[in-house]
């Protein structure tokens, strides 16, 4: 079985540029999050969608937004890139809403130059 | 502030012994913890949980153990292998269910 897949496994941009990133759950999962984990640190959560509705956001800008589709995939956008949004963005999926284990992907290595 | 804390970056350990990884965490209210182990270029791979209303959890060669009036949690490995090399982190759930807080994590290796 397939597990969580993310898309790319590396990009590369620079300051001021818009990036987005991909997440496809583990096959009959609705639920997807999004962490951020900088260098050294445990991730941090950004989002969490269900049956296509925001369920939770975390303490970042509003240059990070997140949307997720029927086929419970999700892409996650941010713009006007800083060198601060360098980082492993991971992405999560469950079965179902809350209190559930959460299945990581391998995760998207963000580069800003 | 740090919600959850691993205070110890790196553990190093010989194969054979027992690895014994800690956690310490700041709300009473929470009440589901989980540990995850992560290889480098891979995601956090789930590893055990337990709930508050346990104090202990146990799955193969790896327990869980959770103190509540501590609000402390710790990992044991019996016995570690060099394949248990990783970086192992604590998390816990908020109230709502949905949102993981992870600690810094601690590096554990092992040594053949």
């Known amino acids: 079985d397939a597990g969580v897949t993310q898309s790319p496994t590396h990009l590369i941009k620079t300051r001021g540029q818009q990036v987005t990133l991909r997440c496809s759950p583990i096959s009959g999962h609705k639920s997807v999050s999004w962490y951020q984990q900088v260098l050294g640190q445990g991730p941090q959560f950004i989002f969490q969608y269900y049956e296509k509705e925001e369920r939770g956001r975390g303490n970042f800008p509003d240059r990070f937004s997140a949307r997720q589709f029927p086929n419970y995939s999700s892409e996650l956008n941010v713009n006007a890139l800083l060198l601060g949004d360098s980082a492993l963005y991971l992405c999560a999926s469950s079965l179902r809403e809350s209190n559930q284990p959460q299945h990581f992907g391998d995760g998207t290595r963000l580069s800003i130059l | 502030d740090q919600q959850v804390k691993q205070n110890s970056p790196s553990l190093s350990v010989q194969e054979g012994r027992i690895s014994i990884l800690n956690c310490d965490y700041t709300?009473?209210?929470?009440?589901?913890f989980l540990w995850y182990k992560k290889y480098p270029a891979e995601g956090p791979t789930f590893l055990i949980s337990?709930?508050?209303?346990?104090d202990k959890n146990e799955d193969g060669r790896f327990t869980v153990f959770l103190n509540k009036s501590a609000k402390h949690l710790s990992l044991h490995i019996v016995p570690s292998q060099p394949g248990d090399s990783a970086v192992y982190f604590c998390a816990t759930h908020n109230n709502a269910g949905n949102m993981l807080t992870f600690g810094g994590g601690t590096r554990l290796m092992v040594k053949p």
């Open positions: 709300n009473s209210m929470f009440d589901y």
């Open positions: 337990i709930s508050s209303i346990k």
